[in-house]
């Protein structure tokens, strides 16, 4: 129940990465070996971009990678970003002035234009689709209508949305949007950015000059076609995905009558739910949903390690105390619904455990 | 019967060795997990994976595990190694001294920090393509952060005098920098003995996967960076972003086994390299093999044949898989500005392949290789007037070309 760090591989992206990993040559190379990598990347590239209704791309090293390339390539402008951003909007840009949200998690778009009024001059707005940790679902396309008519770039970190919201770069209206391949099923260590056909990005990583001079580094042609075979599967299986997975949200949400349910009266996504239980601390509840084997998180994986009180919760207005005892539950393609039901065992009996609570 | 063009082309990629393959798969699709997660028993098997390739990793250059950080490659490696030193140092140090034949991702990140306004001095290199080490120490001074010098070219696979030029550095304070992305189980490298600072390694030039890479950053005495991607903190606050375990899996496999195999390895590919070049002489006249002989890799030929056009050769050995220099670069038809770099001349630096034999290389496919060759360049010079006038005498250089 931990997807949001990352979902298993699909047997599709496996097959596709298996075949081409016994490929040889440099898709860089102009003789059949590079020739024909290259015409295999190429094919990938444009499922992608034909699937998200995009007509350019530059792939990354992942989702990481494609936001830092994207805060840093438009240069020196002013930056805003949503304060729930993913950490790496957040590092990339701290300099960055913060939009605050609501206690359910979403920006308000009225605040959000009164902030960029305040600006002498246009910059780049960074707002992400989908939250990591709420699942709660961002405006992003007023917001993008607002911030061009003030002539701001738009950016959005779509890693979470992919598969779960249908989602069209054309129609959202954003100058740049990131993708991650491992959080739609694809093997990880491959991303991509998507741009309008007029944004040029200075590069983060300069050399050979492969992808448009924006991104060099010879390109990984099995973790490309695996990411284009996910993408392709989890976009083709989205409405049956939704559906089924909205069933489980549902169905914790009625079973957990105790349970706080952040973001819960704001439209989200079905796939995350962040769960807080009263005065019981996340780190107990990991461990006793551990010994139960059930895999849970504590916020972002990248910063699970640590512990720290989530940032999310913290702009959503919540105190450090109760954000301590708050968890991430994240299905996926794979998750079934004994596995929901278990979760829903499990989550009562630590409940209901009084040593537990003296314990914490 | 070969069925399939010969792969010769080894340092612009190596095939991913099924035995890596192999070690890798299961990583793709059982043991599934963020490495990252700390919370849960899926995190922590894909953790302790990627933590024995990491030393996997740091024992084939003699280092410690905690002084490994993956990457997405070795593009990515120099970029960090460059602008993360000459930025977290900046306010004290602002010159950088590297080496005018360097992979292009190494000049380019050097051209990006001239533009924030760093000092780079780009030294030359001698005739055979190594550079003089007392042009290196003139050319260093109390503002000097850093110097970054390959450790074997990537288009002629000369090695560098890296513990030379480590000492060098250390009696001054100042960090080295090695791409190794051509030397990694193909050279021994020891960190310790080379006083090398900071050393790039790339997945797919040691048979390992694409988008994978490493950085070594020193310990001790401490190397700083200055991230170039941020989020997360992952590696050490160095390299955000979610490794991939089975790519991680792959570089560490892929190290150990070149090392297990470095020795034998290495006299395999001087048997082929002298078999092969040994023809190429006993029946062509005016070959020219750029860069060192000696001081080389055993897996790199770099060749001119003088008055036949390289990209023509090309054409014409379609069943070789070879190139007229690096990968990055090969679809334009500019002369290799590093064959430039040593002084060969642009007509002769036209004429020339990139031949490289590895891991995979037969003992028929190199004799294939060498009559293939050998006869295009004979049909091809059998056509040239410019071959024809040479043979009768004429110097070509003093011609005077009429203007068209």
């Given at each position: 129940m931990d997807y949001n760090a990352s979902v298993p591989l699909r047997l599709c992206a496996q097959n596709a990465l298996i075949e081409t990993l016994h490929q040889v040559g440099?898709?860089?190379?102009?003789h059949y070996a590079g020739r024909k990598l290259r015409s295999l990347i190429d094919g990938a590239r444009h499922s992608i971009l034909q699937r998200v209704g995009a007509k350019r791309l530059i792939f990354t090293s992942g989702g990481t990678e494609a936001n830092a390339l994207a805060l840093s390539g438009f240069g020196p402008v002013p930056l805003l970003v949503s304060a729930i951003e993913h950490d790496s909007v957040l590092k990339s840009a701290p300099n960055a002035h913060h939009i605050p949200v609501t206690s359910e998690g979403k920006i308000d778009l009225e605040i959000l234009d009164k902030i960029l009024s305040s600006f002498d001059k246009p910059g780049l707005l960074s707002l992400m689709f989908v939250n990591n940790e709420t699942g709660v679902i961002q405006p992003l396309q007023e917001a993008t209508r607002l911030a061009h008519l003030k002539g701001w770039k738009v950016h959005t970190d779509a890693s979470q949305a992919l598969g779960h919201i249908p989602l069209s770069f054309e129609t959202l209206g954003v100058d740049v949007m990131t993708l991650s391949s491992h959080k739609c099923g694809g093997p990880s260590g491959v991303g991509a950015l998507l741009l309008k056909e007029d944004v040029h990005l200075k590069p983060l990583i300069p050399g050979g000059g492969q992808e448009y001079g924006m991104r060099s580094g010879t390109l990984s042609a099995p973790l490309i076609l695996g990411f284009a075979a996910a993408l392709a599967e989890a976009l083709y299986e989205e409405p049956t995905a939704v559906e089924r997975l909205s069933s489980f949200q549902q169905k914790i949400e009625e079973a957990l009558s105790e349970a706080i349910v952040y973001g819960k009266k704001d439209a989200r996504v079905a796939h995350v739910l962040c769960l807080g239980m009263r005065s019981i601390s996340a780190e107990l509840q990991l461990m006793a949903f551990d010994l139960k084997g059930i895999a849970v998180s504590s916020g972002a994986a990248c910063s699970s390690g640590k512990m720290k009180n989530s940032h999310v919760l913290a702009a959503m207005g919540v105190s450090p105390e109760e954000s301590a005892c708050a968890i991430r539950v994240s299905m996926g393609w794979k998750t079934r619904e004994d596995e929901v039901d278990t979760f829903i065992q499990a989550w009562k009996n630590i409940y209901a455990q009084p040593m537990v609570k003296e314990a914490s | 019967m070969v069925t399939r063009p010969i792969y010769l082309d080894y340092q612009s990629t190596t095939p991913c060795d099924p035995r890596v393959l192999e070690i890798m798969l299961p990583y793709f699709t059982e043991e599934f997990g963020n490495p990252h997660s700390r919370s849960h028993a899926y995190g922590w098997q894909a953790e302790e994976a990627v933590e024995t390739a990491r030393a996997q990793v740091a024992k084939i250059i003699h280092a410690d595990p905690r002084e490994v950080i993956f990457t997405s490659g070795a593009t990515e490696s120099n970029n960090l190694a460059l602008k993360g030193v000459a930025q977290f140092y900046k306010a004290q140090k602002d010159h950088i001294v590297t080496c005018v034949t360097e992979h292009k991702c190494v000049l380019d990140s050097c051209r990006h920090l001239e533009q924030a306004g760093f000092k780079i001095t780009y030294l030359p290199v001698q005739p055979n393509g190594i550079i003089d080490l007392n042009r290196l120490k003139d050319a260093l001074t109390d503002r000097t952060v850093l110097v970054s010098i390959m450790a074997v070219n990537n288009e002629i696979g000369v090695i560098q005098p890296l513990a030379e030029i480590g000492k060098i550095c250390r009696e001054k304070g100042i960090f080295f920098h090695t791409d190794a992305a051509q030397a990694v189980g193909k050279i021994p490298l020891d960190v310790e003995m080379m006083n090398i600072d900071l050393l790039s390694i790339s997945g797919h030039k040691l048979y390992g996967p694409k988008g994978i890479g490493a950085l070594y950053v020193r310990r001790k005495p401490r190397v700083r960076l200055t991230a170039l991607i941020t989020g997360?903190?992952?590696?050490?606050?160095m390299r955000s972003g979610t490794l991939s375990t089975p790519l991680c899996v792959g570089i560490g496999a892929a190290c150990a086994m070149a090392q297990a195999e470095m020795g034998e390895e290495h006299a395999r590919l001087c048997a082929l390299r002298d078999r092969f070049y040994n023809t190429i002489l006993s029946e062509l006249e005016e070959v020219y093999l750029n860069g060192d002989f000696e001081q080389r890799i055993p897996g790199n030929l770099n060749i001119s044949f003088a008055h036949v056009e390289g990209e023509g050769l090309m054409m014409g050995v379609k069943e070789l898989a070879v190139s007229s220099g690096s990968a990055c670069t090969s679809a334009s038809l500019e002369p290799s500005y590093v064959l430039r770099a040593l002084g060969v001349e642009e007509e002769m630096a036209h004429t020339s392949l990139r031949i490289g034999f590895g891991r995979f290389t037969t003992e028929a496919e190199v004799d294939m290789a060498a009559e293939k060759i050998i006869r295009e360049v004979h049909r091809l010079r059998e056509m040239s007037p410019l071959w024809e006038m040479s043979r009768a005498g004429i110097n070509l250089k003093s011609i005077q070309w009429a203007a068209h």
């Open positions: 440099n898709a860089s190379s102009v | 997360g903190g992952q590696e050490r606050g």
